[in-house]
């Protein structure tokens, strides 16, 4: 694991990216076995003012754009040059919209420590044709370093606030390593804990937007509560299965933990994925997503919508289409192939459809 004195570098700076460097600085001041300050790389951008968001971020510790109102802690100090905010970290924190992580590793190959361990916040998956790749394989691929994961049910501006909430942390061999990240975020209002299964938690904090996705089509119709558990319910299924017929040695426990059946329902009462899909659902999906949302996010990026794309794509690829109805329809609407009162109506067609003992079970 890495020596004494740690330096820890979060890669990413808008809305989620911007708490976890507020919770990580509060954490680095107290603890001996990290650096003090924190490095932020920023994506720069020119604000109304004329002035560069990086450039505001060190003046008034905060991101006025992302994340305003909230003061990030001195020693989080925004650099919107990558190679130089990676340098001499130990631990780096991946917190970017998931389209982009490739693009950013490549740009860091070799300008990173050997001893780098990683950790992504990433919620997403890239479909090569060889198949799925989780963002957190796609890191460790791409720079040789391990990565583990962070999820859970986190609405990022509550916790802004430091109202109290849950996360987890997947890691695959390396108990020690796990528990330095936990260590790092763990805070009296933000209670981490660890769990062996990087793929589980990972594709539960990347499924679930596109349950909340479906969850929006049904609020945006105003189908009431029944329906919307339903879906939830449905989805939470779906996720599983998915899930271990992907990765067999995902845990059924995993989906127990805040990364599972706790972040599956904040985002699908709360959220961004939630709200723009309520918004689709209401115009009848005359306006695209793509619309929604420039006009609702304020730059932030849609994820649920993207990931239903690939999640698609895996399904068709592999012949699994009708087994995951839920998921399926989620596509089709948001591509205008379906109304989005199409979901409900696919459900009559759900196939009798388990898992026993990791492998497909039909009955």
Sequence with gaps: MTPANSRVTVVGSGNWGSVAAKLIASNTLKLDSFHDEVRMWVFEEILPSGEKLSQVINRTNENVKYLPGIKLGTNVVADPDLENAVRDASMLVFVTPHQFVEGICKRLVGKIRKDTEAISLIKGMEVKREGPCMISSLISEQLGISCCVLMGANIANEIAVEKFSEATVGYRKDKETADKWVQLFNTSYFMVSAVQDVEGVELCGTLKNVVAIAAGFVDGLEMGNNTKAA?????????????????????????????????????????????????????????????????????????????????????????????????????????????????????????????????????
Excluded at 316 to 323: A, D, F, I, P, Q
Aim: charged fraction near 25%.
């Design 231 to 363: 879906i939830m319910r449905i989805g939470l299924r779906e996720m599983k299965t998915f899930s271990k017929l992907l990765f067999p040695s995902v845990k059924d426990s995993t989906f127990f933990e805040s990364c599972g059946v706790a972040d599956l329902i904040t985002t699908c009462l709360g959220g961004r994925n939630r709200r723009c899909a309520e918004a689709f659902a209401r115009n009848g999906g005359k306006r695209s997503f793509d619309e929604l949302e420039a006009e609702m996010l304020q730059g932030q990026k849609l994820q649920g919508v993207s990931t239903a794309k690939e999640v698609y794509e895996v399904l068709r690829h592999r012949g699994w289409l009708e087994l995951f109805p839920l998921f399926s329809t989620v596509h089709e609407i948001c591509v205008g192939r379906l109304p989005p009162t199409a979901i409900v109506e696919y459900s009559e067609h759900t196939p009798k459809f388990s898992l026993v003992g990791g492998s497909a079970q039909f009955f």
